[in-house]
T-cell receptor, first 107, second 112 residues
Framework: KNEVEQSPQNLTAQEGEFITINCSYS?????LHWLQQHPGGGIVSLFM???GKKKHGRLIATINIQEKHSSLHITASHPRDSAVYIC?????????FGAGTRLTVKP | NAGVTQTPKFRILKIGQSMTLQCTQD?????MYWYRQDPGMGLKLIYY???????DKGEVPNGYNVSRSTTEDFPLRLELAAPSQTSVYFC???????????FGQGTRLTVV
C-alpha cells in the first residue's frame, strides 16, 4: 500500500461542475501539499496545509488530521483546470507523493 | 525572476554514458531537491540539500550523485546511465523544508 493514496486516478468533468479529489496518507506529517502539474509538465504548488482549510480563488483544500485525509475542491470548473493534481505529505524534506489525479474538464 | 531553471529539457543517453543535469535557483533558497517521476508513480526524492556544502540521500539515490558548492546550484550527476534511469527529473527549491517548494520545468531523460 502506498503511503499517499489519491482518488480517483482519472476524472472527467463538464465545465462548471464541482470537483473533489481525495488524498489519504499513512505517514506522519508536518504539512500536506497540493500541487498542479500542467500538460506541458511544469509543477506548481497550490496549497500547503497543516490543519483546517485554505481557499484560493476557485480552489479549496481541507485536511482532517485525525482521519489522515485531505480533499481538494474546484468550484465552477473550467477547461483550463485540466491538469494532474498531486498530493504530497510528510515531515520537512521527507515528502511522499501520490501518483496524481488526472483531471479533464470538457467545455 | 527566473525561479528554478533546469537544463537540458530533453536528453537521450546510451547505456553507460554519463551526464549532469543542471539546476539553478535565484531565490536564495536554502533547500534544494532532485526528484524523479516515473509513469503512474508519485515523485520520488533522489537527493536533497539543506544548504551549500550539505547533501543527503533521499528515497532512491542509487546511481546518482550531487554536489552543492553554492546556494544557487545543485547539479545531479549520472555516472553510468542505465535504462532504469529513464524518467522525468525535477529540481525544486524552498526556503525551508516545511515551506512550499518551487519546481523547475523538468528534464525528460531516455537511456537506450
Amino acid at each position: 500500500k502506498n503511503e499517499v493514496e489519491q482518488s480517483p486516478q482519472n476524472l472527467t468533468a463538464q465545465e462548471g461542475e464541482f470537483i473533489t479529489i481525495n488524498c489519504s496518507y499513512s505517514v506522519g506529517i508536518s504539512a500536506l501539499h497540493w500541487l498542479q502539474q500542467h500538460p506541458g509538465g511544469g509543477i506548481v504548488s497550490l496549497f500547503m496545509l497543516s490543519s483546517g482549510k485554505k481557499k484560493h480563488g476557485r480552489l479549496i483544500a481541507t485536511i482532517n488530521i485525525q482521519e489522515k485525509h485531505s480533499s481538494l475542491h474546484i468550484t465552477a470548473s473550467h477547461p483550463r483546470d485540466s491538469a494532474v493534481y498531486i498530493c504530497a505529505a510528510g515531515e520537512g524534506s521527507d515528502m511522499r507523493f501520490g501518483a496524481g489525479t488526472r483531471l479533464t474538464v470538457k467545455p | 525572476n527566473a525561479g528554478v531553471t533546469q537544463t537540458p529539457k530533453f536528453r537521450i543517453l546510451k547505456i553507460g554514458q554519463s551526464m549532469t543535469l543542471q539546476c539553478t535557483q535565484d531565490m536564495n533558497h536554502n533547500y534544494m531537491y532532485w526528484y524523479r517521476q516515473d509513469p503512474g508513480m508519485g515523485l520520488k526524492l533522489i537527493y536533497y540539500s539543506v544548504g551549500a556544502g550539505i547533501t543527503d540521500k533521499g528515497e532512491v539515490p542509487n546511481g546518482y550523485n550531487v554536489s552543492r558548492s553554492t546556494t544557487e546550484d545543485f547539479p545531479l550527476r549520472l555516472e553510468l546511465a542505465a535504462p532504469s534511469q529513464t524518467s522525468v527529473y525535477f529540481c525544486a527549491s524552498s526556503y525551508s523544508g516545511a515551506l512550499r517548494a518551487f519546481f523547475g520545468q523538468g528534464t525528460r531523460l531516455t537511456v537506450v
